[in-house]
């Protein structure tokens, strides 16, 4: 059962709220200052806090940053009266999960609490997924803030929670393999084989092979009994890398193991259960694939029951400089070469660039920067040196105008948790003109909402 704090210096409102709230199943306490709500915060877990914006003489902000210091899971929600819609703002600039304008209706209230519930959840299960990762395998280049990677996580998570099929679609370079095997360690399936195959790199008379295994004598060559990769991945996760690469008479194959859970050998008269979770990955459209008869309808739909897209590196710049010093940290690590930090002016040009090789075109550029150069930092000489369209690091006014034009509705958007209204106020504007700016930017609010 969650437990909700609410903050006010009204005896009144915290009677009705606190019947309200015990009413829709949770635990409720009450605090009419600072000093009891930062109490109640250090000796019990609260998952959600309702703040009062003006406590009397005391500001509501200041507490919210005391109890955020103290309990930074807990989820705040802040109850404001019209006049001070900029205080309730500035609190969701500084963390809370949104604002409440009194009078409120009851069940919008219950909505939001719901909701600020659910990030909270999400975020946990996130953070939780994180520390696995590095844990088990370092992988610590999972790396950014922006809107785009927290909801992959978001969605990742939810999915290591499942034992379904899952499809990752991604460009070349935006690290599908990488979420697989975080998809893996925060499963049940950790502990088991995680074993990947390239359907691009193995010659078809050989994949069958691969992935089933052959029993001696099944075929010129075959001098020994061998299992093949599926059995090898035992109870873990098995990993199709571009899946859509894979041949039509395989791809035959493929389906009925995904329906009957068994297949044979080459050669072997033993049934082999297929005990290991799919999944598949591919950077190509596999729905037009399936419209010109490249890929089977029904694999694609065995393999498409959760879906994951990667955001490109070029959707989600406001990671760039992250993910530059983390590459950077890095190589220098590997090199010992003693290169500190990337110039402002090399930074511009890495922001600017349009990245067609997304994250892995990205570590490259850094590693040449770093070869390259001959000081503690690195110059804007040394960054993109042979890509002619990166020559200035300084973009036409109109791209430049696009650029910003799009992070600042990835700011509001992210501020106002999707909604569409409260984004519209923040921006200034109305809201068919933030709906045509969104259309024209490829962002949609519903990425943007908890859950």
Not at 32 to 38: G, N, R, W, Y
Not at 133 to 162: C, D, F, M, T, Y
């Amino acid at each position: 059962m969650a437990h909700i704090l609410v903050v006010d210096d009204d005896p009144n409102i915290l009677r009705v709220l606190k019947m309200r709230l015990a009413s829709g199943g949770y635990q409720v306490s009450t605090a009419t200052d600072s000093a009891a709500a930062l109490h109640q915060i250090r000796s019990t877990e609260v998952s959600l806090a309702l703040l009062d914006l003006k406590l009397g003489r005391e500001d509501g902000l200041t507490l919210m940053h005391d109890l955020l210091e103290v309990s930074p899971q807990t989820a705040v929600i802040i109850l404001t009266a019209f006049g001070s819609i900029a205080g309730a703002v500035e609190a969701m600039k500084l963390g809370a999960f949104s604002y409440l304008t009194k009078p409120f209706d009851g069940q919008a209230l219950l909505v939001q609490i719901r909701n600020a519930l659910e990030q909270r959840r999400l975020a946990g299960q996130v953070h939780r997924l994180q520390g696995l990762v590095g844990e088990r395998l370092g992988l610590e280049n999972i790396v950014g803030h922006s809107p785009a990677i927290k909801l992959v996580l978001a969605q990742v998570a939810q999915a290591a929670q499942s034992d379904a099929n899952v499809y990752i679609e991604g460009a070349s370079g935006t690290g599908k393999e990488l979420i697989a095997k975080t998809l893996h360690v925060g499963s049940r399936r950790r502990s088991s084989p995680f074993v990947a195959v390239n359907c691009a790199a193995i010659p078809e008379n050989l994949l069958e092979s691969e992935l089933f295994g052959h029993e001696k004598g099944a075929f010129t060559g075959a001098d020994r009994q061998r299992p093949g990769l599926l059995a090898e991945a035992g109870g873990g996760t098995f990993f199709f890398d571009e899946i859509s690469e894979m041949p039509i008479t395989m791809q035959a194959k493929l389906l009925r193991v995904l329906e009957e859970r068994e297949f044979y050998p080459v050669g072997g008269r033993s049934v082999v259960r297929l005990e290991a979770r799919l999944v598949a990955a591919t950077n190509r459209n596999l729905m037009e694939a399936v419209a010109q008869g490249r890929f089977r309808e029904d694999l694609f739909y065995r393999i498409h029951v959760i879906p994951i897209r990667l955001p490109t590196l070029a959707e989600r710049r406001e990671d760039i400089p992250l993910l530059a010093r983390h590459f950077l940290a890095k190589i220098v690590r590997e090199t010992g070469k003693p290169v500190a930090d990337i110039s402002p002016e090399a930074m511009q040009k890495l922001m600017v660039y349009t990245w067609p090789g997304n994250i892995r075109e990205l570590e490259n550029v850094i590693e040449c920067a770093v070869t390259l150069s001959d000081g503690p930092v690195i110059e804007a000489p040394n960054v993109l040196r042979d890509r002619p369209n990166a020559a200035t690091g300084l973009p036409p006014f109109r791209d430049a105008k696009g650029i910003f034009e799009r992070q600042y509705l990835q700011q509001v958007l992210e501020l106002s948790k999707g909604n569409v209204t409260q984004a519209a106020q923040l921006a200034g504007k109305y809201r068919a003109d933030l709906y045509a700016l969104l259309r024209k930017y490829g962002l949609n609010p519903d990425d943007y909402r908890p859950g």
